[in-house]
């Protein structure tokens, strides 16, 4: 019983901490290790203790894998080069540093241990990262870089962590002998992270049912953490690749049924666990620092000794920042990304520890000297961190002026691939041999325009007038709220099967999640000015660069014809303003047709977009 109320006291405390944290616009990490804090100290709550196996085998491989598998590989690899000078140099840079501030601040303290507590706080955490980057809107290459870095760094940091205990132990440990431990570690692990891809890959192919495809994945993380650590390999490196495979690969090996229910289940999950490890950092202060105190180093010491090792995990980690800029900031020789100056400092002051470095600290054996002082230590740097950076890490966002990801942009890029996919698609429709005696080709031509359109109409502009497509959303979603209450009302009468009614009530709630998702990001594109523009695509956008509007253009033609437009383009070669194809005449593609001239830009307001009708690419 104690321990049901336990985890049902968790479960509400998460809820409650998020719901409050998303009111007052504070990040729930902070707001859950606070309350933590707090409850530990209360005398009829009972004391938590996290053990290692619980966060080694029970927390951290399905937050791994749910990290890994939304995580893009393309994007890791097109950044692999600074999160391998992260996960690897700089682990061991700060491990070593932090065990001479240790060893000297805590006489009688051995070497082996000294680097072991250094291991111990070495990893920045992958879910407070990534919970607070996300969450103030860090430039994408940030979190990525990040994001990498956490996933792979805890497998350095185990391993360096083992090796000192051994050393500790009265094992002899030379250099050769770690080096390679860690190249089987990283090795091995990479290769049973591949060997569970291949094997679950192989599986989906046999599965048909999305939920039992969904409940088997949440096997895959433990099977391949369990698998590499019996064989002597790194658990944490076979989670993380077999999740970055099998993310990358799901729109090839899955359903779009089967895709959608395991997205929504590891979200959920990852959810939860996430916020329960915060929850859970805050209820071990009471005993941590309880024990530390009985000690006997005195609160002088103790405070020292964890304020200096926090000061030396953040000014190293500036430190071989500083020292490495021009490995990280060379231009990669084969995508060209560039990593600058500020985002390089994001990254340093981004290095928040999290429930690993508590767990990892868990594994120094109950009879060493200090035990209870490391442990304080590492609760230091977790919380310090976490609050010391994470709380202003807004701040240094906002004053070295490094943007958010744009939703404007993403809606450009957006309508531009969508733009490109259905110009293949309607290739591959004229191409097949159809029987079309009932319409059916203009029907799905139609309806990829249609679908097209409302893209490009996420970018328009004008105040207080609504898109085609926002019109049909607000009268759809009307008459959604209408079908649904006269099925209510049938349902009522038991005159049509409870299966029945259960499916068609599914169908009005994915067409209605569809509108309110559209909806949302047309609103939130409303709010931004378009800032940037994509790269030279081809050699008519180089030939056409952007072009100054007229202060207040207009659709000549619309005008004539009295008819009204959605936004305006200006053909690029001879200044020709025409409304959008969202408009009821089209005249800016019917000028193409009619001249040829290439390339157009938006001539509404602050948007210097273009758009290639030979290349079907934006600019």
């Known amino acids: 019983m104690e321990v049901a109320l336990l985890l049902l006291g968790l479960a509400v405390g998460v809820l409650v901490c998020t ?14 290790i606070v309350t933590g804090v707090v409850v530990s100290w209360v005398p009829w709550v009972p004391q938590v203790y996290l053990h290692e196996d619980v966060v080694l085998l029970g927390l951290l491989p399905p937050l791994l894998y749910a990290a890994a598998v939304k995580s893009s590989l393309v994007d890791i690899r097109a950044n692999s080069r600074p999160i391998l000078w992260l996960s690897v140099g700089l682990v061991v840079f700060t491990a070593a540093g932090v065990a001479v501030v240790v060893h000297w601040l805590l006489p009688g303290l051995s ?112 099977a391949a953490y369990l698998v590499a650590e019996e064989v002597g390999a790194s658990g944490v490196i076979a989670v993380v690749v077999s999740g970055l495979l099998l993310g990358h690969q799901a729109p090839v090996l899955q359903t779009a049924q089967a895709r959608i229910a395991e997205r929504l289940n590891w979200s959920t999950i990852a959810y939860v666990l996430e916020n329960v490890v915060f929850l859970l950092i805050g209820l071990q202060a009471w005993w941590i620092v309880d024990e530390a105190l009985a000690s006997g180093l005195g609160w002088p010491r103790l405070l020292l ?74 609760f230091s740097v977790v919380a310090g961190t976490l609050f010391l950076q994470g709380m202003t890490l807004p701040w240094v966002a906002r004053r070295l002026r490094v943007p958010p990801p744009d939703p404007r942009v993403d809606a450009l890029a957006r309508a531009g691939l969508l ?31 249609q679908r097209d359109l409302a893209a490009w109409e996420r970018l328009a502009t004008a105040e207080g007038e609504e898109t085609p497509s926002e019109q049909y959303a607000r009268v759809r979603l009307a008459l959604i709220e209408v079908e649904r209450r006269t099925v209510l009302e049938i349902r009522g009468e038991g005159s049509v099967p409870a299966e029945v009614v259960a499916e068609v009530l599914a169908a009005l709630d994915v067409e209605e999640s569809m509108l309110d998702r559209a909806t949302d990001a047309e609103q939130e ?45 200006m053909c690029l070669a001879c200044g020709h303003v025409g409304c959008c194809d969202s408009s009821r005449s089209r005249h800016a593609t019917a000028h193409f047709h009619d001249t040829e001239h290439p390339v157009i830009q938006s001539a509404e307001p602050g948007e210097r977009w273009r758009w290639c009708f030979v290349h079907r690419l934006t600019g």
């Open 419 to 449: 733009q490109q996919t259905t110009h293949a698609a309607l290739e591959a429709l004229d191409r097949m041999e159809v029987d079309d005696k009932h319409g059916v080709a203009t029907q799905v031509r139609d309806r990829l325009e």
């Open 305 to 378: 000794a964890c304020g200096a090792t926090l000061l030396t995990v953040m000014g190293l980690r500036m430190a071989w920042l500083l020292a490495t800029r021009y490995l990280l900031m060379r231009p990669d020789p084969v995508t060209g990304t560039k990593t600058s100056v500020r985002h390089m400092f994001l990254i340093g002051w981004a290095g928040m520890r999290g429930v690993v470095t508590l767990a990892a600290a868990f594994l120094i054996p109950a009879d060493t000297a200090y035990r209870e002082v490391l442990l304080l230590v590492a």
């Open 111 to 222: 070497w082996a241990l000294a680097f072991a507590i250094g291991a111990v706080v070495a990893p920045p955490d992958a879910i407070a990262a990534t919970a607070i980057g996300r969450r103030i809107g860090l430039p994408r290459r940030v979190v990525t870089i990040l994001e990498g870095e956490s996933l792979f760094n805890d497998a350095t940091a185990l391993v360096s962590l083992r090796t000192a205990l051994a050393v500790a132990g009265g094992h002899a440990v030379d250099v050769w002998g770690v080096s390679l431990e860690f190249l089987v570690a990283a090795v091995g692990g990479g290769v049973v992270g591949f060997v569970v891809y291949v094997v679950v890959a192989k599986a989906r192919q046999l599965l048909t049912d999305p939920v039992i495809e969904s409940a088997a994945s949440l096997a895959v993380p433990f």
């Open 525 to 569: 594109v409303r709010t931004e000015q378009l800032r940037h523009h994509a790269g030279e695509s081809c050699a008519d956008l180089r030939r056409h660069p952007p072009a100054d509007p007229p202060d207040d253009p207009v659709c000549e033609e619309c005008v004539r014809d009295g008819t009204p437009w959605v936004a305006l383009r």
């Open 19 to 32: 719901a409050v944290s998303e009111r007052v616009g504070v990040p729930s990490p902070f707001l859950l």
